[in-house]
């Protein structure tokens, strides 16, 4: 078994082997360096949420967020928030949910992307949730901010309950 550098903090190990009888080598190669781990989706949530959603806590009365397993969750007395990161066998995504009362006094659950085509302010492909790789994630820790950001006014509203009713439980809303 011999060690050849291949270049600044990776090695192969080769092993060679001569064939009987024949002027070739055989040899086998294997790949010894560059060992990464993969970061934790939700480790990027904690530290880059905080300070992408930090407009919630400092224009929109909520509490500091709350480190849940799967993201940071937001508080305010009728209304909270949600961001995550999950996976479902071989998918990954990042959602941002929004929980409140409707108009009647019933919990209701929407997504953002849905909120933020109900508002009329743009598209659902504005507000993604596929996730994968760490640039991804940063990438949607940002998009949802934003989202979020023009989506308030709307939740702030006293007819934010209908709002929520529209979306309860789908992509788009209900007309």
Partial sequence: MRTLAAAEGSAYECDWERASGLDFHFFAVRHTGFVRTRRDPRETIWE??????AFLVQEWGFEEP????????????????????WV???????????HGVDLDGRQRRALLGCLYVACGLGPLQAVPEGAGTQHTINKRIAQHANALRRVMPYLHDPAAGNLLSRCQGRQLPAD
């Fill in 48 to 53: 880059r949420g905080r300070s992408a959603f």
């Fill in 88 to 98: 479902w066998k071989n998918e990954a995504g990042f959602t941002t949910t929004v």
């Fill in 66 to 85: 709350e480190r849940t397993d799967n993201g940071l969750l937001y508080h305010r007395p009728g209304l909270h928030i949600s961001v995550e990161y």
